[in-house]
């Protein structure tokens, strides 16, 4: 049933405009990342370690947590519309389901974007001449720890789209949950706050220590907040009352 949930998602987004807006948002944070890696080269050491910095500062604190937002709003549009709640809840599918596809879609979503971001962050550093080895183990460490990270991102939310009908919501608690990140990598709680996982697991800004102890703190936590989003959604979605349509 949950491949059949998960065949059902992509079928509905396959030509939906919001992979076009995973895919190229990326760009515009590459762009404001390589300058201020330029502007800021009397300060920074030429390298590409400080060109990730710079890159993953921008995608990581503003602009995915507002993307993820707006991808988990458009997957609950449909639902959200007319009487399809009424249909859903009536439906032979378990509300597990319906959630884990929902999550497994708007997980290949944040893939696309941190795959758009890694090739523009690599073709800046081409262009703009950055110098040393390229360091291909680490980068590609830090991307996947950083996906693993943001899925708990995507699992709160969902939530949050799920409970509430209205777009703009959603994409500002996003925003608000990057800034937040922010305050508590700083704070020393970037391991532990669902908003500075993917910060952390890509070291944006520096700001944390990636040994094993914490890499695996990373990758445990973000399992647990997603477990407790499907866990959430499920008990709501199996009590939500079939109500008239609007």
Request: aromatic fraction near 10%; glycine fraction near 8%.
């Amino acid at each position: 049933m949950l491949a059949s949930c998960i065949s059902a998602e992509f079928i509905k987004m396959r030509r939906a405009p919001v992979w076009a807006a995973f895919a190229a948002l990326p760009a515009v944070s590459a762009l404001i990342g390589s300058a201020n890696y330029v502007a800021n080269l009397d300060l920074l050491t030429p390298g590409w370690e400080n060109l990730w910095t710079q890159h993953t500062l921008f995608i990581c604190y503003f602009f995915l947590p507002a993307l993820i937002g707006a991808g988990a709003s458009y997957l609950w549009r449909l639902e959200h519309m007319g009487s399809n709640w009424n249909e859903l809840m009536v439906a032979p599918v378990p509300a597990r389901d319906v959630f884990v596809a929902k999550l497994a879609v708007l997980a290949l979503l944040d893939l696309v974007a941190l795959a758009a971001m890694t090739a523009f962050f690599v073709a800046s550093g081409i262009v703009l001449h950055v110098p040393g080895a390229f360091p291909v183990a680490s980068f590609a460490e830090q991307v996947v720890l950083g996906w693993i990270g943001s899925l708990a991102i995507c699992g709160i939310q969902l939530v949050v789209s799920m409970l509430v009908r209205n777009f703009a919501v959603p994409v500002g608690v996003g925003l608000g949950g990057g800034i937040l990140g922010i305050m508590a990598a700083m704070g020393g709680l970037g391991y532990v706050f669902p908003y500075a996982l993917m910060q952390s697991g890509m070291n944006s800004n520096a700001l944390v220590v990636l040994d094993a102890p914490h890499i695996a703190q990373i990758a445990v936590l973000s399992v647990v907040y997603v477990a407790c989003s499907v866990a959430f959604a499920s008990a709501w979605l199996r009590t939500r009352d079939v109500v008239a349509a609007k």
